[in-house]
């Protein structure tokens, strides 16, 4: 009884230290939308390690383990205490640590993920100042500096870009940031990509260069990224040119620009077929006539 009396002042004790004293932290929620729910599956887990009541069933609880806490022993907590812990001020220094533990941090690679995302750079910035990787990576190998590429925040790719990331590492498709950019059109962050010697004719897996992520049509990038030194004439793994693919889509208006910058007519793909042959092949016949008479004007 008295050891019973014991739990429940200690846990009326905790309550009022974080009633008196709550500050809102907007990584606390982040951490629990992430956070996974499970099963309770042992008769060790029937008891939430923070307010040392009995987790029933019924009750929002999560199954944090090894691959949140990076704790050598499995935890599983009430949602409200867990909020509580990691809202609470006593240890407003030790945010995103296990409440078992201590001394053990969660993984904060979803809290900076999401930072990111929310263009928080405080958030970004206190991860980079505590050791956090800059190139930390997502689950499809997207780079910190890539989430900020598509999700256009200037003032994190600044930041990141500033701490010496990667700026040409590559996702699982061989896609780099300036690659994200081009095909996002935004301009400022392909610039300040460009001022930090990100490679203009990069190419992924398939041999797609930059040029290539250029949107359908958009001449104007095109035009820009020429005039930074992307190569006109580059081919992806199959042998195919900017003009192939503007000729097969039936882009008019990018096969006359590639043309007037001197994008190679007579260039083959591995299969010996030129501009011409793509757009033969697409019904593009406009299109068709006017890189053949350039292309046999050239050979003669």
């Given at each position: 009884m008295i050891e019973k009396a014991c739990l429940i002042l200690s846990f009326a004790l905790f309550v009022s230290v974080y009633s008196a004293f709550a500050m809102q932290d907007e990584g606390a929620s982040s951490v629990i939308n992430f956070l996974p729910e499970g099963p309770l599956e042992n008769e060790s887990y029937q008891r939430c390690p923070i307010c040392l009541n009995s987790i029933v069933p019924g009750e929002d609880y999560i199954a944090a383990g090894k691959d949140v806490f990076n704790c050598s022993v499995d935890h599983v907590c009430h949602v409200e205490c867990l909020r509580a812990w990691l809202e609470?001020?006593?240890?407003?220094?030790?945010?995103?640590?296990?409440?078992?533990?201590?001394?053990?941090?969660?993984?904060?690679?979803?809290?900076?993920?999401?930072?990111?995302?929310?263009?928080?750079?405080?958030?970004?910035?206190?991860?980079?100042?505590?050791?956090?990787?800059?190139?930390?990576?997502?689950?499809?190998?997207?780079?910190?500096?890539?989430?900020?590429?598509?999700?256009?925040?200037?003032?994190?790719?600044?930041?990141?870009?500033?701490?010496?990331?990667?700026?040409?590492?590559?996702?699982?498709?061989?896609?780099?940031?300036?690659?994200?950019?081009?095909?996002?059109?935004?301009?400022?962050?392909?610039?300040?990509?460009?001022?930090?010697?990100?490679?203009?004719?990069?190419?992924?897996?398939?041999?797609?260069?930059?040029?290539?992520y250029s949107p359908i049509g958009d001449v104007t990038m095109i035009d820009f990224l020429l005039a930074q030194g992307a190569n006109i004439n580059m081919c992806d793994n199959t042998g195919a040119t900017l003009l192939m693919l503007a000729a097969k889509q039936g882009e008019r208006r990018v096969v006359r620009f590639l043309l007037s910058r001197k994008a190679d007519v007579r260039a083959h793909d591995v299969r010996g077929w030129t501009a011409v042959d793509y757009a033969r092949c697409n019904r593009h016949e406009k299109i068709a006539r006017r890189l053949a008479a350039l292309f046999y004007k050239i050979k003669d």
């Amino acid at each position: 009884m008295i050891e019973k009396a014991c739990l429940i002042l200690s846990f009326a004790l905790f309550v009022s230290v974080y009633s008196a004293f709550a500050m809102q932290d907007e990584g606390a929620s982040s951490v629990i939308n992430f956070l996974p729910e499970g099963p309770l599956e042992n008769e060790s887990y029937q008891r939430c390690p923070i307010c040392l009541n009995s987790i029933v069933p019924g009750e929002d609880y999560i199954a944090a383990g090894k691959d949140v806490f990076n704790c050598s022993v499995d935890h599983v907590c009430h949602v409200e205490c867990l909020r509580a812990w990691l809202e609470g001020p006593a240890v407003k220094e030790h945010i995103g640590t296990c409440p078992l533990c201590k001394k053990i941090s969660i993984n904060e690679r979803l809290l900076v993920m999401q930072a990111v995302d929310d263009g928080d750079l405080r958030k970004v910035w206190s991860f980079i100042e505590r050791g956090g990787n800059v190139d930390e990576r997502d689950d499809v190998e997207r780079t910190l500096l890539m989430r900020a590429v598509c999700a256009e925040k200037f003032n994190i790719v600044k930041c990141m870009c500033d701490c010496n990331a990667q700026v040409d590492a590559p996702d699982k498709r061989g896609a780099t940031p300036l690659m994200l950019g081009v095909h996002q059109r935004h301009y400022d962050i392909i610039n300040y990509l460009l001022v930090c010697s990100a490679d203009v004719n990069a190419r992924d897996f398939r041999g797609h260069s930059v040029l290539m992520y250029s949107p359908i049509g958009d001449v104007t990038m095109i035009d820009f990224l020429l005039a930074q030194g992307a190569n006109i004439n580059m081919c992806d793994n199959t042998g195919a040119t900017l003009l192939m693919l503007a000729a097969k889509q039936g882009e008019r208006r990018v096969v006359r620009f590639l043309l007037s910058r001197k994008a190679d007519v007579r260039a083959h793909d591995v299969r010996g077929w030129t501009a011409v042959d793509y757009a033969r092949c697409n019904r593009h016949e406009k299109i068709a006539r006017r890189l053949a008479a350039l292309f046999y004007k050239i050979k003669d």
